[in-house]
């Protein structure tokens, strides 16, 4: 399973970017994928799911700031991230496990992208 992010870029503190996550072997709409980050020095944070259902979940540090979104159609799950600030950069990548469900994701999934840096600051 490859999963491919991009989107990732440099932008200043209150400005916005939009990830994109597809895979080309199934359509990502039928499982349930997250959204991570990692900055360096810290721990690997998920930070939003959406199910194949449609349910999201967010992490606190991007709850009403950062939405997260599937197109069918393309095979693609987006994460917009509003309001950005210097605390967001990191390392971006998606991820899967084949799961329909987002339950206990922010444990980690089987299988990632290989991530797509975003860095905020003026």
């Known amino acids: 399973v490859q999963l491919v992010e991009s989107g990732g870029g440099l932008v200043q503190p209150g400005g916005s970017l939009r990830l994109s996550c597809a895979v080309s072997e199934f359509p990502l709409a039928n499982y349930a994928t997250a959204w991570f980050r990692q900055a360096p020095g810290t721990e690997r944070e998920g930070i939003s799911c959406i199910s194949t259902y449609g349910e999201t979940d967010y992490a606190d540090s991007v709850l009403g700031r950062f939405t997260i979104s599937s197109d069918n159609s393309k095979s693609t799950v987006y994460l917009q991230m509003n309001s950005l600030k210097p605390e967001d950069t990191a390392v971006y990548y998606c991820?899967?496990?084949?799961?329909?469900?987002?339950?206990?994701?922010?444990?980690?999934?089987?299988?990632r992208g290989k991530g797509t840096l975003v860095t905020v600051s003026s």
């Open positions: 991820a899967t496990d084949l799961r329909r469900v987002c339950s206990d994701y922010q444990g980690g999934m089987a299988y």
